[in-house]
């Protein structure tokens, strides 16, 4: 198995044989395995003939987005999605040469850059696409872009009942290039299928359109990981999968469906371990009182890190398959857990260690946390949580 560090060059690159950074003990752990096998079962779930795209945009859910373009192109996806500019570039500057779609259309001040670094905008607005058309025409270049057709979730793109008036508009620009129609779905991932339906039955009637003025759309896709999952007829010739490239599921009513396996672990060492007598406030504002004979360990990691305050005596964690309760209140830097298990005469008393690896998300032996439980918790989606994690700690990749 061999290990290497990603993600930001500014933080610690230094690793010790057992994988973590040797300046800090706390650390986000990223199986590439799991993000190949994930890839994998979605190509056998979709079939030979649609693409996939692989949307890696905020830092591919907090799983860096570099490592993940990467594996990802090299298990089968054609494409990747960006949501910002700087996304693509931070992409191109590692060398990936891959079409890379900017899924939310830019400032028309990122023009430039988006041609230099051939960075596809997904585009919505006329003015928009007609100064981009200007822009490559003046460079006796053409701009590809996508057109993104808003059918119901009233985000963003063009009303899909005009959809073929804006192409037959632009048809004209010889330096335009239609490279494909997009929509997105609102309610891919509810167990109602009424909204996704409407949204199929308004995209059909914009392809129609677009296909009866004589346009090609292009590569045509809609569906998110939840509507991959569920709705064949929403597959066209590509689907833009996130969160199920990561081992996530979008909810609970595509578990059943197709197996996956989580990317991410969150990890840490046992920096401090000692008795605290009863009575004994714990942290900040004593929201924990020691019951006597405990050991409280303490784990540098922190809210600052993507561990929710509002876990604070809620969470459990895992050391060597056995749970420990997290106790008072979790500190932007650091938070204890009890290091024996408290009162249980049925159970023997997890023997922790300064410098034992515990596991905050991930599995350890027979136990296991995941996002999805850290976030119905904390009233969230696992979505918010990967993103999260990705903020202050080190990732090491497992490949
Ligand atoms: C983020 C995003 C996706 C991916 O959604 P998942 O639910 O993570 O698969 C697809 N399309 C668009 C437009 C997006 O913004």
Same mark, same amino acid.
């Given at each position: 198995?061999?290990? #290497?560090?990603?993600?930001?060059?500014?933080r =610690?690159?230094?690793?010790?044989?057992?994988?973590?950074n040797?300046?800090? #003990?706390?650390?986000?752990?990223?199986?590439?395995?799991?993000?190949?096998?994930?890839?994998?079962?979605?190509?056998?779930?979709?079939?030979?003939?649609?693409?996939?795209?692989?949307?890696?945009?905020?830092?591919?859910?907090?799983?860096?987005? /570099?490592?993940c373009?990467?594996?990802?192109?090299?298990?089968?996806a054609?494409?990747?999605?960006?949501?910002?500019?700087?996304?693509?570039?931070?992409?191109?500057?590692?060398?990936?040469?891959?079409?890379?779609?900017?899924?939310?259309?830019?400032?028309?001040?990122?023009?430039?850059?988006?041609?230099?670094?051939q960075?596809?905008?997904?585009?919505?607005?006329?003015?928009?696409?007609?100064?981009?058309?200007?822009?490559?025409?003046?460079?006796?270049?053409?701009?590809?872009?996508?057109?993104?057709?808003?059918?119901?979730?009233?985000?963003?793109?063009?009303?899909?009942?005009?959809? =073929?008036?804006?192409?037959?508009?632009?048809?004209? #620009?010889r330096?335009?290039?239609?490279?494909?129609?997009?929509?997105?779905?609102?309610?891919a !991932?509810?167990?109602?299928?009424?909204?996704?339906?409407?949204?199929?039955?308004?995209?059909?009637?914009?392809?129609?359109?677009?296909?009866?003025?004589?346009? !090609?759309?292009?590569?045509?896709?809609?569906?998110?990981?939840?509507?991959?999952?569920?709705?064949?007829?929403?597959?066209?010739?590509?689907?833009?999968? =996130?969160?199920?490239?990561?081992?996530l #599921?979008? /909810?609970?009513?595509?578990?059943?469906?197709?197996?996956?396996?989580?990317?991410?672990?969150?990890?840490?060492?046992?920096?401090?371990?000692?008795?605290?007598?009863?009575?004994?406030?714990?942290?900040?504002?004593?929201?924990?009182?020691?019951?006597?004979?405990?050991?409280?360990?303490?784990?540098?990691?922190?809210y600052?890190?993507g561990?929710?305050?509002?876990?604070?005596?809620?969470?459990?964690?895992?050391?060597?398959?056995?749970?420990?309760p997290?106790? =008072?209140?979790?500190?932007?830097?650091?938070?204890?857990?009890?290091?024996?298990?408290?009162?249980?005469?049925?159970?023997?008393?997890?023997?922790?260690?300064?410098?034992?690896?515990?596991?905050?998300?991930?599995?350890?032996?027979?136990?296991?946390?995941?996002?999805? !439980?850290?976030?119905?918790?904390?009233?969230?989606?696992?979505?918010?949580?990967?993103?999260?994690?990705?903020?202050?700690?080190?990732?090491?990749?497992?490949?």
């Open positions: 198995m061999g290990l #290497h560090t990603g993600g930001q060059e500014q =610690g690159q230094y690793m010790k044989e057992s994988g973590d040797v300046h800090r #003990h706390a650390w986000v752990e990223i199986d590439l395995e799991a993000i190949r096998y994930n890839l994998k079962r979605f190509r056998k779930h979709l079939g030979p003939d649609v693409k996939i795209m692989a949307v890696v945009k905020a830092d591919a859910y907090g799983h860096g987005a /570099a490592e373009a990467r594996v990802a192109l090299a298990t089968g054609t494409m990747l999605g960006v949501a910002t500019v700087d996304e693509g570039l931070a992409l191109r500057k590692t060398g990936i040469a891959a079409p890379i779609l900017v899924l939310a259309q830019p400032p028309a001040e990122t023009i430039p850059l988006l041609l230099q670094h960075l596809i905008p997904g585009v919505t607005d006329m003015e928009f696409v007609l100064a981009l058309g200007e822009a490559a025409d003046s460079h006796g270049s053409v701009a590809g872009y996508h057109l993104k057709i808003d059918t119901g979730m009233n985000r963003l793109g063009v009303h899909y009942s005009d959809a =073929g008036d804006f192409l037959r508009t632009v048809a004209f #620009h330096g335009l290039s239609l490279l494909g129609v997009y929509t997105h779905f609102a309610t !991932d509810d167990v109602d299928t009424y909204g996704f339906n409407v949204q199929m039955k308004r995209f059909e009637e914009a392809l129609a359109n677009i296909r009866f003025m004589g346009i !090609d759309p292009g590569m045509v896709h809609a569906a998110n990981t939840a509507a991959a999952i569920r709705y064949k007829q929403a597959h066209f010739n590509m689907v833009r999968i =996130g969160i199920g490239m990561y081992g #599921h979008p /909810a609970d009513i595509t578990k059943p469906l197709i197996e996956l396996h989580p990317a991410m672990s969150i990890k840490a060492r046992v920096s401090f371990l000692k008795p605290v007598s009863v009575g004994e406030g714990v942290s900040y504002s004593f929201t924990y009182r020691s019951p006597g004979s405990v050991l409280i360990a303490t784990l540098p990691i922190g600052a890190d561990l929710s305050r509002s876990l604070s005596n809620r969470m459990d964690v895992l050391v060597r398959g056995q749970r420990l997290q106790v =008072g209140n979790i500190c932007m830097d650091m938070m204890m857990v009890e290091a024996n298990q408290r009162g249980s005469m049925l159970k023997p008393h997890a023997v922790v260690e300064l410098g034992d690896e515990v596991v905050i998300v991930g599995r350890s032996e027979n136990e296991q946390i995941t996002l999805d !439980d850290m976030a119905k918790m904390l009233g969230t989606i696992n979505y918010e949580l990967a993103c999260r994690f990705g903020m202050r700690l080190d990732r090491v990749y497992l490949d």
